[in-house]
Structures are given as C-alpha cells and as structure tokens.
C-alpha cells in the first residue's frame, strides 16, 4: 500500500462513524454517477429545443431514454426523417459527434460518390460506415474529469455549451443531411 493507502485507511477505520460514512457513501456512488449523467444529457435536449426554438432552424431533438445503452445518442434531425442524423453517440463512455446515417437505408454508391464530391465542405469528414463525418470527442462520464463537468455548479454551462455544438455543427451541415435524405435514400 502506498503511503497515501494508508492514510486513507487509518482515517476511514478511526471510528465507527467515519466508516459508516464511507460505507454508506461507497453503496450510493454509482446512483449518484447515473442520476448525473442523467441530468445532464436532459439539460443538454432542453438546451437544444431552445435553440432551435430561438432559430428559423426546423430541427427536432430526440434523446434515447436509455443514456447508458452502448450506443446511445442525442440527435438533430429534418422532417422525421431519423434515417440520417447530427448526433452524440455513446453518452455515457467514449462520445463521439457526427453525421451518422443508417447504412442499410440509403444507397451506398450514391453515398460514396456525395463524399468524393463534397469531402472538402464537410466538417470532420470520414469515410467509415455509418457516418459522413465524425469526431471522438474523448469525454468519457466514467472517468473523474468527465464528472466534474457535469457536478451542479458546472453542468448548466456545459450542457450550453454541448448543446451549442451540436447546433452549430448541424446549422454548419445542413445542406450535406438534407442532400442525402432527398438524393441517397434507396
């Protein structure tokens, strides 16, 4: 054990009390990480919808229910047309934006050749299925730094500032979604 280990050991086991804090407090943590990450992902759609109501934008928002499913997402999308999508994929873990569509829906060689033609106005452009841009964002709400974004003093600017960057990736892209949802759909 590390000196810092013991120290830590000796404080929590000074007294029945200290360590039935630290008892009772290890059992609620996790809850306590979910209802966090809950919260925030809520605030971030409440922020969305405000943005667009305060726009001439027609987005719609929709947030999974279920932010800790592997391949969660917040998205932006046109005219019900969830075929293809502005996003936040993976709320929970390792986040990444993009302009996702779902491959099997559109036609793959109309895809690629929209691509070729508009790779050099498409924000963080990929190739890699599923997504005509993408970017990992390397926010992760496991890990500690993620967290303390998101504790109460810090999560109403950081949802802001979240659900700003979606919009204006999606306002920025907009034509590239509405070309593939009016020209690639099979």
Not at 51 to 78: A, G, R, W
Not at 80 to 92: C, M
Request: glycine share 0%; proline share 1%.
């Amino acid at each position: 054990m590390s000196e810092y280990e013991n120290r830590v050991l000796k404080m929590l086991t000074s007294s029945e009390e200290k360590f039935k804090s630290a008892f009772e407090i290890t059992n609620h943590f996790n809850k306590v990480k979910k209802q966090l990450v809950i919260k925030f992902w809520k605030n971030v759609e409440e922020e969305l919808n405000k943005l667009i109501t305060d726009s001439d934008e027609t987005f719609k928002v929709k947030l999974d229910s279920d932010v800790f499913h592997s391949n969660s997402k917040c998205f932006l999308y046109l005219d019900n047309k969830t075929e293809a999508r502005f996003l936040y994929e993976h709320l929970s873990t390792n986040q990444c934006m993009g302009l996702w569509y779902e491959n099997q829906k559109f036609n793959t060689q109309k895809i690629d050749s929209f691509r070729n033609e508009f790779q050099n106005e498409i924000t963080y452009y990929t190739k890699q299925t599923w997504w005509i841009s993408f970017k990992n964002l390397d926010e992760n709400f496991s890990n500690f730094e993620s967290l303390l974004m998101i504790l109460p003093e810090n999560a109403e600017v950081y949802s802001k500032s979240k659900a700003q960057d979606l919009f204006d990736f999606a306002v920025e892209n907009k034509t590239h979604l509405q070309y593939i949802i009016n020209n690639c759909l099979k």
